[in-house]
T-cell receptor, first 110, second 113 residues
């Protein structure tokens, strides 16, 4: 299917566990982004990537790791999950300005 | 660094009325976008306005930009129940040399039928 997909859509994990959220886009867009959305904070940029093998920190990168070995995939890893990382995570892609968003992953850290 | 804030945080109006949302930002921009988010869904792009534009229209949407005040507004005319959603502004960071955008905190709009 064309577009941008995220998996899983829902995830419950425990404090200290490693979690990887997946993002896949079929447009071959150069840019990909990870955001978290929390009540009262809007969307905050975690990491972004301008191309394969090029990544950079956003506003709230601590506790997260990303990689981009292929243009179409941009996984986000929480190396040791904390309760403060309970949130809804959105992936997006763009070629220039307009960003196309995935459906989101709701992550709960117990 | 760039920051965005929207006002009001929440807005409730009757169907047929106009809805106005405001966005203020901290540092100079080249481009500003508005996005819409239906409950539980990803954001959808509505409109982009460039720093050399003062006003832009798209259907029932009217966006204004005042770079001297570092602010933008989104007007939805003749609102419908289907316009119920959250609306976000997003500002670029020209010095970053990238297409990275910083999003505002959003306005939750409820249109009552």
């Amino acid at each position: 299917d064309a577009g941008i997909t995220q998996s899983p859509r829902y995830k419950i994990t425990e404090t200290g566990r490693q979690v990887t959220l997946m993002c896949h886009q079929t447009w071959s867009h150069s840019y990909m982004f990870w955001y978290r959305q929390d009540l009262g904070h809007g969307l905050r940029l975690i990491y972004y990537s301008a191309a394969a093998d090029i990544t950079d920190k956003g506003e709230v990168p601590d506790g997260y790791v990303v990689s981009r070995s292929k243009t179409e995939n941009f996984p986000l890893t929480l190396e040791s999950a904390t309760r403060s990382q309970t949130s809804v995570y959105f992936c997006a892609s763009s070629e220039v300005h307009e960003q196309f968003f995935g459906p989101g992953t709701r992550l709960t850290v117990l | 660094s760039q920051q965005g804030e929207e006002d009001p945080q929440a807005l409730s109006i009757q169907e047929g009325e106009n809805a106005t949302m405001n966005c203020s930002y901290k540092t100079s921009i080249n481009n500003l976008q508005w996005y819409r988010q239906n409950s539980g869904r990803g954001l959808v792009h509505l409109i982009l306005i460039r720093s050399n534009e003062r006003e832009k229209h798209s259907g029932r949407l009217r966006v204004t930009l005042d770079t001297s005040k570092k602010s933008s507004s989104l007007l939805i005319t003749a609102s419908r129940a289907a316009d119920t959603a959250s609306y976000f502004c997003a500002m670029d960071e020209p010095l970053s040399g990238t297409y990275k955008y910083i999003f505002g905190t959003g306005t939750r709009l409820k249109v009552l039928a």
